[in-house]
Every structure is written in structure tokens, then in C-alpha cells.
């Protein structure tokens, strides 16, 4: 399960130069290879693509920062943080579009994992195999990668320039728009899925395979609205080829380290905490998660995130069918009854915090540790089959076919002993917009927690107009100060901007 780390561990110090005419005074560094000496061999290949997996395990992106972006700045979290700076960068507030946490880390982790693909697109179609279904599997491997990286970066800044070759320090990287993003991330995925395996075994388990490339296509598809290219990507993985690979399993498996990778994982980070070390590129650096010691409460971990307390209240309006709490609330936050609902206490302790809090339970370690660190193994599942389902359903929703699409949610729902929708409301009926109303609940609760709040609320329309978003200002106070036509997207940074004639900041900045 976590044997592909140890293999991106001998690469992922590697930081391949250009080499250039040889003088007297330019020679190569007998410790650093260059292109000229590396890209010869399959070994080659495969620590290139490695190294491109190892990109997870960076401040910028899965090991920290990026949370903040996802989660914090959605209706689902805030910031009480007393570093002022970052809690403003949750609540739309952003002065200093160069601050390094909210923006630069992000954008810079982003930028280099695209590169790390390129490379491998670049000089792998040279390098000879044995096996070219091998060799395909690597660059449909760099493909996924870069397509997953352009995804999140259309997600927050939008008008990422797009890079596709090996730069040199003296290139200006075009501007690109929304619309070219997404036909890059289309066109990545697709190209991906073709020669991605169907699953991995042994321990390549935790690469990409077919069935990720069609989710996060399909995802992509999503944020554009194209409901119909949406419910064909999904196909595979619901309807077609793929679906005997995926299932639902016992909710609470999808949070921690055990029984990782399982039927309802489509695509996760593997995290470990092999190594007690600093982040960074060298084979003895941190490859586990930051996450929960910055959103675990206060005197366990950082305390820089929590949750927003209306979760909690949502999760109690409906009962199960034996007239108990969703079961789901229990494994997804952290809250002043949870001890006297379900007997739990918060990493060992009763609660001490206040009566109004709410943190994020989901990938903490409380069953296991009484506090948390940098170093947790806890996989992060970015693409679950729970997922994919209530967005099938809501791909069937948008195209008239309601009553098709309540079997995807009821799936969902049945697992944790919820009443079927049809059941539980039925003055839904077929009527396309209270399904729609309903489904954006559904996700709440199952999905609460897991980074997809941000890209939902994009993709409903909830931050277009200002009547929209003063209805999620009810929920969360943050959207006050959300700007419509501004902070749906983040400013560039402007280091970048300064330095790039060909960039203009985002609208409105």
C-alpha cells in the first residue's frame, strides 16, 4: 500500500539542469546530473515520473497550504487563526497578493509539479523500452499528474498560464483563460485514461489508473456544466467497464490508515511517516500529511482551521431509520456533544473548547494518538466512488433524467441507514431545482471536510450573484466580505505578474 513512496523517495531529490556549451568556466556539477547524462534509461523514466508524485508531499500543495484554499475558504471552514495574515486569507480579505502561504507556496508547488510532467513528456517518447505498454503507462502517468495540477489550479486562480514544453529562464508564459485551462485539463485526461491501467497491483497500488483519469475528467467536466460529456466520463466507473473496481464501503474506512485503497478509493495520496524529517526534495524528507495538526483544536494541534458549526445541525436534522444521529457526523467532525452522542471523546479528552466549535475529524488520528503532528500517514482520498456517484447524479439531474438519478444518491444514503430521498422527501418529486436544492445538502454530508466544497460552490452558481451569496453569508459569516465577479477566483501572485509582460492580474485585482 505504501511501497510506490519508497520508490518516489530515490527520486524525489532530483532537479534536473539544463546543460549548455561547455567553457572552462562551465562544467558539470559531479554531484548534479543533467539532461544530458539522465533520460537515457527505463530506470530514468520511471524516477521521472516518480519525482512527479513526490510534488503530494510539498507545503504548496497535499501536504498543507492547499487545505486552506479548499476547505477554510468554503462555507465549510474558517480561520480563527492569531497569525492575522492567514485567517484573512480565508475570509477574502487578501492585501498582499505575494503572501506566501495564502498564495506564492500554492501557485510555485503547482507550477513545478506541471514541469516535473513536462519533463517526462519531454524526453521519455525518446527513451527505449522493452515494453512500449510500459513507456505508455508512464506518460499517460504524467499526463493524469498534469492534468490533475491544472485542474485545481482552473479551480483557484483560473487563468493559469498554461506551460506544455521545458522552459527556459528567459520564456513569458502567455496568458491563459478559464475556457484553455479546462480544454488542457480535457485533453491531459483523456489522453491519460487510454493507456492507464485499469488497477495497479502490489506496490504500484496508489498510482493513477483509468478510472481516476475518467473521475477527474468528469469532475472537470462538471465545473463546466457539460452534463452530458460529464455523465459519460463517469460511465466507466458507475455503469460500464470499470464498475466491478468500485464500491462503498464502511464510511469510516475512507479516514484512516487502515484498509487505505480500497473498493470506494478512486484516486488517493499515499501518505506515510516513514521519515520525521522537514519537507523538501531530499530522499529523507517528510512524506506524510500536515493537514490535521493545522486543523486539530487547540493545545492537540495548530488550531489554524475549523469548521463551521451549522455542519453539525445539518447532520442532526434527519435521523436514520432506527431513529439515531447520521452516523457520518461522528467520523466527520469534532463537536461539544459528540461524547454524548456517540461516546467519543476529542483525542482522549472531554470537551474543553467552545460550545459553538466545530473541527474536522476527518484524516485525524484521535482513535489512534492523543495529539497530532507533520508526519501523519493517513492517505488523503482526493476521488471517492462516494463522490462519483452524487455527481452522476447530479449529471442525470441537469439533463432531465431525476428520476433515474435518485438510485446514485440512494446508494449513498442506504449505506449509512438514511431512508431512501424518494422516502425522506418526497415533495421533491422530479422537479429538477428542489433535486438540485437537495443534492447540495447531500454532498455536504458525506463529502464535508474532503476539499470539494470550493469547486461545488463554483459550479452551482452560489458565488455569481450577490443574492446567492448572502444566502451562503448565513451559513458563513467569511462571504460578507466575498467581492462577486473577484474572489471567485484568487488574485495571480504578483511577483508573477511583475515579472512576466505577458501575464495581467485577475479581474478586479
Not at 345 to 355: C, D, M, Q, V
Not at 391 to 401: K, P, S, V
Request: hydrophobic share 35%; with cysteine; net charge neutral.
Amino acid at each position: 500500500m505504501k511501497k510506490i513512496i519508497s520508490k518516489i523517495l530515490v527520486l524525489s531529490a532530483l532537479v534536473l539542469m539544463f546543460s549548455c556549451k561547455k567553457s572552462l568556466l562551465d562544467q558539470d556539477n559531479p554531484n548534479t546530473l543533467t539532461v544530458d547524462q539522465f533520460w537515457k534509461t527505463e530506470s530514468d523514466a520511471q524516477k521521472g515520473v516518480n519525482a512527479a508524485y513526490a510534488m503530494f508531499y510539498q507545503n504548496g500543495g497535499w501536504n498543507r497550504w492547499i487545505y486552506f484554499r479548499l476547505d477554510l475558504t468554503s462555507d465549510e471552514g474558517w480561520s480563527n487563526s492569531p497569525w492575522t495574515e492567514l485567517g484573512d486569507w480565508t475570509r477574502f480579505q487578501y492585501i498582499n497578493y505575494n503572501f506566501w502561504e495564502g498564495n506564492v507556496n500554492t501557485y510555485r508547488d503547482t507550477y513545478k509539479a506541471i514541469f516535473r510532467c513536462n519533463q517526462v513528456l519531454t524526453y521519455v517518447p525518446e527513451i527505449p523500452f522493452a515494453d512500449a505498454k510500459k513507456k505508455a503507462e508512464i506518460l499517460a502517468q504524467a499526463k493524469f499528474l498534469r492534468g490533475f495540477y491544472y485542474y485545481y489550479a482552473a479551480i483557484l486562480w483560473e487563468n493559469f498560464p498554461i506551460v506544455t514544453t521545458i522552459q527556459t529562464p528567459t520564456d513569458l508564459p502567455a496568458q491563459s483563460s478559464l475556457a484553455q485551462v479546462w480544454a488542457q485539463v480535457e485533453k491531459d485526461l483523456t489522453e491519460a485514461s487510454a493507456d492507464l491501467p485499469e488497477q495497479w497491483t502490489g506496490g504500484e497500488i496508489g498510482r493513477a489508473t483509468k478510472g481516476a483519469a475518467q473521475a477527474l475528467l468528469g469532475k472537470a467536466l462538471m465545473q463546466q456544466h457539460k452534463w452530458a460529456d460529464a455523465k459519460t466520463a463517469f460511465d466507466y466507473l458507475v455503469t460500464g467497464a470499470g464498475k466491478n473496481y468500485y464500491d462503498l464501503v464502511d464510511y469510516k474506512d475512507n479516514f484512516r490508515a487502515e484498509n487505505e485503497n480500497n473498493k470506494e478509493s478512486v484516486f488517493e495520496i499515499q501518505f506515510s511517516d516513514v521519515n520525521k524529517s522537514a519537507e523538501g526534495d531530499g530522499p529523507s524528507a517528510n512524506v506524510g500529511s500536515n493537514r490535521a495538526q493545522f486543523f486539530a483544536p487547540r493545545s492537540i494541534g495548530w488550531s489554524d482551521g475549523q469548521a463551521r458549526f451549522w455542519l453539525v445541525n445539518e447532520f442532526k436534522k434527519e435521523k436514520t431509520t432506527d431513529n439515531k444521529i447520521d452516523p457520518r457526523l461522528r467520523y466527520t467532525l469534532f463537536y461539544p456533544g459528540l461524547e454524548a452522542d456517540f461516546g467519543d471523546k476529542t483525542y482522549g479528552r472531554s470537551w474543553e473548547w467552545g460550545a459553538d466549535e466545530a473541527w474536522f475529524k476527518k484524516y485525524s488520528r484521535d482513535y489512534m494518538r492523543s495529539n497530532e503532528d507533520y508526519f501523519n500517514q493517513v492517505n488523503n482520498r482526493v476521488i471517492r466512488f462516494a463522490d462519483v456517484l452524487l455527481m452522476y447524479a447530479e449529471a442525470l439531474n441537469e439533463l432531465g433524467q431525476t428520476a433515474d438519478a435518485y438510485q446514485y444518491v440512494n446508494r449513498v444514503r442506504t449505506r449509512v441507514n438514511m431512508a431512501g430521498l424518494a422516502t425522506a422527501y418526497p415533495a421533491i418529486g422530479n422537479n429538477k431545482d428542489l433535486f438540485r436544492e437537495r443534492l447540495k445538502v447531500e454532498r455536504s454530508l458525506e463529502l464535508c471536510g474532503e476539499s470539494v466544497r470550493w469547486a461545488d460552490l463554483k459550479r452551482w452558481g452560489d458565488l455569481d450573484n450577490k443574492a446567492n451569496v448572502d444566502k451562503v453569508a448565513l451559513r458563513d459569516p467569511d462571504f460578507k466580505n466575498f467581492v462577486v465577479g473577484k474572489h471567485i477566483r484568487l488574485p495571480l501572485p504578483q511577483v508573477e505578474v511583475d515579472n512576466n509582460t505577458n501575464l495581467s492580474q485577475n479581474p478586479n485585482y
